[in-house]
């Protein structure tokens, strides 16, 4: 049975560890739960898997009847082992323990995975109580920013070694994605990142309720001064409206939208720390420049004044999607999927309710945003694992052509037919090389699965949770055709084509590879900083400090080690080059 862990569990396991910290140090990991035994015990596999072969020359015809498949590689059959997985379990898609796809990922590897997963919000906190105290699950998921001061091999176990000897496709998936190199940490890898395909332009985008906009009489907004006085108007026209709804709190507030304002939040424009400013070429800590506090003052009156919703700084995920799916939201900047969600509960009832994209807005003498191209999140594996060897084995089946298809597509037969012929194997792991040999027509959802998730509240989600698939599960390299299979062809191109045109949007930039003493170094400057600047936020825009209090924040924070932080950075980076 999956395990999932709240946070009453979270705060009791906290506490239980912190007191046992300096034993448990040097002992092996806790699980949270132990696993069921094996039938058997774990042996290491009598080979490794077949190297990676070329692919055809030549893209297989389309089938005029059911393509025959290519076989996948024999290979000595592996004894059964059990693993322990953690990540964080988004609110839209729920994590099923026993769900089609992983029960035949261990029919094809042998290799059962017991998910333990944390609501969203306590995943970070956990995973440092994990890394602190060497408790790390077997395989975990993470980003560099999350594991950087703990990418030890007493706590992590470093990748390439297992790669060069189990793992031909992902060492052929580095070679043939050179940017990885920049996810190095100490010149090793603790962790891949992992990639897409089929992608197309999604992005953090200004969302606004369009009937409403007509409803009123109104032009669209060109850039946030605009927005300022729409907002107002659009809840006139809507009284039970909050205005400008966020997702969850006030960081992730200013991640998404200071950017657009001339500064921002965040390494990788992901989380806290530094941010890579495309307009100046280097790595800026935003709290601390006047770009940032003029984007507070903005908050500040827009909070005001009633423009953003008065529960900004705690609205959870579920909040956040209610608002947007009856009328109590009008404006939101955010990932451009969640319209079809939106539209789809608000067109029960008023069948030209409609959220949609705009262009980038400006905001003085900016204009510009990042979108999600790039690379993600990805696993590491824990330094206590015992089978480290068929971890990275089974990884390395997740990314050929039949677990590509398993891990996005479900089973076949049961979820989706393929129209054309599966490839024998990835002859470039390159997104745009991949998405040329798997294109997005090569697989089709069966009529009655995609009827059966069509009415949901969010369609591919649904689908992706009962399936056990897609990004939000357990998969290395995704396939983004899911994420639109549900969305009205017509409107949802409208919406890429926003994209597509604009030229403000740039993608997110890479944390540098640091050194071992850099690491460290950050490590505490962060902490030090983060904690002076971090509470001011909320105490600016809720009108509870001045900013001219805040420029006292700023000097603090600098005195604290804020621009050291961005000379390490930015002499990373130019080492990375």
Not at 521 to 535: E, F, H
Not at 565 to 571: A, G, L, S, V
């Amino acid at each position: 049975m999956k395990e999932k862990l709240t946070r009453r569990d979270f705060l009791r396991a906290s506490a239980l560890t912190a007191a046992g910290l300096a034993l448990s140090a040097c002992g092996a990991p806790t699980p949270t739960t132990a696993p069921p035994a094996p039938t058997s015990a774990p042996v290491a596999p009598t080979q490794a898997p077949a190297a990676a072969t070329s692919a055809p020359t030549q893209a297989p015809a389309a089938a005029t009847s059911a393509p025959t498949q290519v076989a996948a590689p024999t290979v000595a059959k592996p004894s059964p082992i059990e693993i322990t997985l953690t990540r964080y379990e988004h609110p839209a898609q729920p994590i099923q323990q026993d769900a089609p796809a992983h029960l035949e990922i261990t029919k094809q590897t042998g290799v059962k995975i017991n998910f333990t997963v944390v609501p969203q919000a306590d995943f970070p906190a956990k995973q440092k109580v994990w890394l602190a105290t060497k408790q790390v699950p077997d395989l975990m998921h993470c980003n560099n920013t999350q594991i950087r001061d703990f990418a030890k091999p007493e706590v992590l176990r470093p990748l390439t070694p297992l790669i060069e000897k189990y793992a031909p496709n992902l060492k052929k998936y580095i070679a043939d994605n050179p940017m990885l190199k920049k996810y190095k940490m100490d010149g090793e890898y603790y962790y891949l990142p992992d990639s897409t395909y089929n992608w197309q332009k999604n992005a953090p985008m200004p969302l606004i309720r369009k009937d409403l906009l007509e409803k009123a009489g109104l032009k669209a907004p060109d850039n946030l001064d605009d927005l300022f006085l729409v907002i107002k108007e659009l809840k006139k026209v809507n009284p039970s409206s909050v205005g400008w709804t966020n997702r969850q709190g006030t960081r992730w507030f200013l991640t998404l939208a200071s950017y657009p304002m001339g500064s921002g939040f965040g390494a990788s424009q992901l989380y806290e720390g530094p941010y890579f400013d495309w307009d100046l070429n280097k790595w800026l800590y935003g709290p601390i420049h006047d770009e940032f506090k003029e984007c507070l003052g903005y908050f500040a009156r827009a909070y005001k004044e009633g423009v953003i919703d008065p529960d900004f700084a705690v609205t959870t995920a579920d909040q956040w999607h209610e608002k947007n799916s009856s009328n109590k939201g009008v404006f939101s900047w955010e990932n451009m999927s969640f319209c079809t969600r939106w539209n789809l509960a608000l067109r029960d009832k008023d069948p030209k309710a409609t959220w949609g994209p705009l262009p980038t807005l400006g905001y003085k003498k900016f204009r510009r945003q990042f979108d999600y191209s790039g690379y993600y999140d990805g696993y590491a594996i824990s330094a206590n694992a015992k089978n480290p060897e068929r971890i990275i084995q089974l990884m390395d089946w997740m990314i050929t052509p039949p677990g590509l298809d398993l891990t996005n597509w479900g089973i076949e037969g049961t979820h989706y037919t393929t129209k054309t012929a599966r490839v024998a194997s990835v002859a470039d792991y390159s997104p745009d090389a991949m998405t040329k040999q798997m294109p997005s027509e090569r697989n089709q959802i069966l009529p009655a699965v995609f009827d059966k998730y069509k009415t949901k509240s969010d369609p591919f989600r649904s689908f992706q949770s009962d399936s056990g698939t897609g990004q939000l599960d357990f998969t290395v390299i995704f396939d983004q055709t899911i994420s639109f299979l549900w969305s009205p062809p017509g409107e949802t191109d409208a919406w890429f084509q926003i994209t597509i045109n604009d030229k403000a949007l740039k993608p997110r930039g890479v944390q540098p590879p640091f050194t071992a003493a850099e690491t460290e170094r950050l490590k505490k400057l962060q902490t030090d900083v983060d904690a002076l600047c971090n509470p001011a936020f909320d105490k600016v825009i809720l009108g509870q400090m001045s900013l001219g209090d805040y420029d006292k924040v700023v000097a603090d924070a600098k005195k604290a080690g804020a621009e050291e932080i961005e000379k390490i950075y930015n002499e990373a980076e130019a080492r990375a080059k």
